[in-house]
């Protein structure tokens, strides 16, 4: 049994997925509180479902990629089951996990998307590193950028970690509405860094805070 959020079917706004149809589930409940989190509804508000109803309610989209998503889909034991029914009936699945719970029993075949919290979260004292000793060719690596110092330490923690080619993808992301995207671009050209600038595409499409999108 899993408390799901929500479920809908939408534009992937993030990852090298960005502008793909994609279904998005929702899990509720989180154990991080990032300071520019834009899902708190996600914290508490869910109903009960079986993982039969979960993939029941996918299938209706007929959408080949899913999203698995939070709150924090890791604190719930029955989304290891979830993904792998999805992969079984033939879904791209990607999981978005906030970098501070374990990885290592994540179906093989599921792309993993590991955000690592910088300073001004507020929760990086939290990050498992562990977890990117064991990225794959296929996994994607993101930091949400709130400043120059969030900047540095994603700087840092990409050399120190050697991410450049040991994952599909290092993202960067600037906090929306916060930190402007022209200066963490002029950041990353200055410092030729290996990275993919992420400027969460939904945000532009709809608004910040339309839910269901």
């Not at 960005?18 to 508490?44: E, I, M, N, Q």
Request: charged share 25%; proline share 6%; with cysteine.
């Amino acid at each position: 049994m899993l408390t799901i959020n929500e479920i809908f079917h939408s534009i992937q706004g993030e990852s090298t997925h960005t502008g793909r149809p994609c279904v998005f589930v929702r899990l509720t409940a989180c154990d991080l509180r990032c300071s520019w989190c834009d899902t708190p509804y996600a914290f508490y508000e869910g109903r009960k479902m079986s993982i039969d109803q979960v993939l029941f309610d996918v299938a209706a989209f007929e959408c080949p990629v899913v999203e698995i998503t939070g709150g924090e889909p890791l604190l719930q034991p029955d989304v290891y089951p979830l993904m792998r029914g999805l992969l079984d009936r033939g879904h791209t699945v990607l999981l978005e996990t906030g970098g501070h719970r374990s990885v290592a029993q994540v179906p093989s075949g599921v792309i993993r998307i590991i955000d690592v919290k910088c300073p001004a979260s507020g929760e990086s004292a939290k990050n498992d590193w562990s977890n990117l000793d064991l990225l794959t060719p296929r996994d994607e690596v993101k930091f949400v950028v709130q400043d120059r110092q969030d900047y540095e330490f994603a700087k840092d923690v990409i050399t120190r970690h050697a991410l450049e080619g040991r994952c599909a993808a290092i993202l960067i992301s600037p906090v929306h509405g916060v930190l402007p995207g022209k200066d963490l671009a002029a950041w990353i050209l200055e410092d030729r860094l290996p990275v993919r600038l992420q400027l969460q595409a939904h945000k532009y499409i709809w608004s910040a805070d339309a839910r269901g999108v």
